[in-house]
């Protein structure tokens, strides 16, 4: 059963391969530039370079230690992810550069994908030590994406459309979601998008979290706006996006429809309980368990055997000292409520990363609960330590895929019998 729900989360990645997504909306007519930003830069760029060849680009992905790849006519940066460095500040101001150089006449194709918001980075009003600093501490909070993001947006010269006023020039933008709202204002913080949020917005983020106590350069930034002493970000209907056409082209429900086709082609029946689920991921763990048990107990809302598939984003309130990732968080708190009983379950994030550690996830079994207790690991000490990646290492159920150049969302599949 672990193979079944590995092979799965293998199928979605190879039918949601960044090239594949990106083929057939690739524009009619030969861009002057293309800039390619995420986890997916380089395959979603060697798409667009294989229809058009020779076309002068900037690539600007995640540094994991390897070698940037060699590509015609192509700057590749590797910048900092989660957190900015200064080759993410170096990859965003030579963005702005080369689209500031294009004439109204040109056409700007801009490849977009998650972990752009700390790919690009162009503080304004703080220094890029105290952006690291606000940015680990939003990573860590519990926020949401699109609360993280209103906060980066507005202390950025290139997140939430200002890649756009930077530019005379037509722009097409292709982007693969990592957001579960699919919201593309919020996917690397929507550097071509129109911002809907303000100022105001992003100081009420940073306290509600509790990160405002202190009168912070970015505070004060964010009050200097709020004040009306700064320009805001550019807004919908504002007329810079008339030459503008943004394109979702890949999310986390092509992932699921995937899943769902692998498994279903081997006769297990399958039920998506949603693409867009939010939250902490003890309370996702605990939304889970309750569907199980009311299939194993009442056949509601379906009969086992099934498996559950669903995406979204989790969020975790890191308290502890461990290796966490919010996927293995969801799935240990998962086997914490079910104890293993009747089910086989996977999670893991779909870039190959989950959170500061080098698994993509983990798998559980029906023995899993067992076989912890039998080597004395007690899951709620590495709970509360948010430390679910030692566990599931001592238990030998990590999931190591490295990076898949891909990004769409976290991954779930629960299969109950």
Not at 27 to 53: D, E, H
Not at 210 to 239: C, F, H, I, T
Not at 257 to 263: C, M, Q, T
Request: glycine letters at 8%; charged letters at 20%; a neutral charge.
């Amino acid at each position: 059963m672990r193979r079944l729900l590995e092979e799965s989360f293998r199928a979605g990645l190879e039918a949601c391969h960044p090239a594949l997504l990106v083929q057939a909306h690739l524009p009619s007519s030969r861009p002057s530039l293309i800039l390619s930003l995420g986890k997916a830069a380089i395959p979603m760029l060697q798409a667009a370079q294989a229809v058009f060849p020779g076309v002068k680009a900037l690539a600007v992905k995640p540094d994991y230690g390897d070698p940037p790849p060699q590509l015609e006519n192509t700057e590749v940066i590797l910048a900092g992810h989660p957190v900015p460095n200064q080759e993410s500040v170096r990859a965003a101001e030579r963005a702005l550069e080369l689209v500031s150089l294009l004439a109204p006449t040109d056409l700007l194709l801009v490849l977009v994908s998650g972990g752009g918001s700390a790919l690009w980075c162009a503080p304004h009003g703080i220094s890029l030590e105290e952006k690291r600093g606000l940015t680990e501490s939003l990573l860590c909070s519990g926020a949401d994406i699109e609360e993280i993001n209103a906060v980066r947006k507005h202390l950025s010269k290139i997140k939430g459309g200002r890649l756009v006023t930077a530019t005379k020039a037509r722009v097409l933008a292709l982007c693969i979601s990592d957001v579960p709202s699919n919201d593309l204002s919020v996917v690397a913080s929507g550097p071509t998008v129109p911002d809907p949020t303000s100022y105001q917005d992003a100081l009420e983020v940073l306290e509600r979290y509790r990160l405002s106590l202190r009168e912070s350069g970015a505070v004060k930034q964010l009050k200097r706006g709020q004040k009306g002493l700064l320009p805001e970000s550019p807004k919908p209907g504002d007329a810079s996006f008339a030459r503008v056409e943004n394109r979702l082209v890949g999310s986390s429900i092509n992932f699921l429809e995937a899943a769902k086709k692998y498994l279903a082609k081997r006769n297990y029946p399958v039920l998506i309980l949603s693409d867009r689920f939010q939250g902490e991921a003890r309370e996702l763990a605990r939304f889970h368990a309750g569907v199980v048990e009311s299939i194993r107990k009442n056949h509601q809302p379906v009969a086992p055997p099934v498996v559950l598939l669903s995406g979204g984003e989790a969020s975790v309130s890191v308290k502890g000292k461990g290796l966490g990732g919010r996927n293995q968080e969801f799935l240990l708190w998962l086997l914490y409520y079910l104890k293993g009983a009747g089910v086989w379950a996977l999670a893991a994030d779909t870039d190959g990363i989950d959170g500061n550690t080098t698994a993509a996830g983990a798998v559980t079994g029906p023995d899993s609960w067992s076989r912890a207790l039998a080597g004395r690991l007690d899951p709620k000490d590495f709970l509360f330590d948010n430390n679910a990646y030692g566990f599931f290492d001592k238990l030998g159920d990590t999931l190591i895929t490295g990076p898949t150049a891909n990004n769409l969302n976290d991954y779930r599949a629960i299969l109950v019998f």
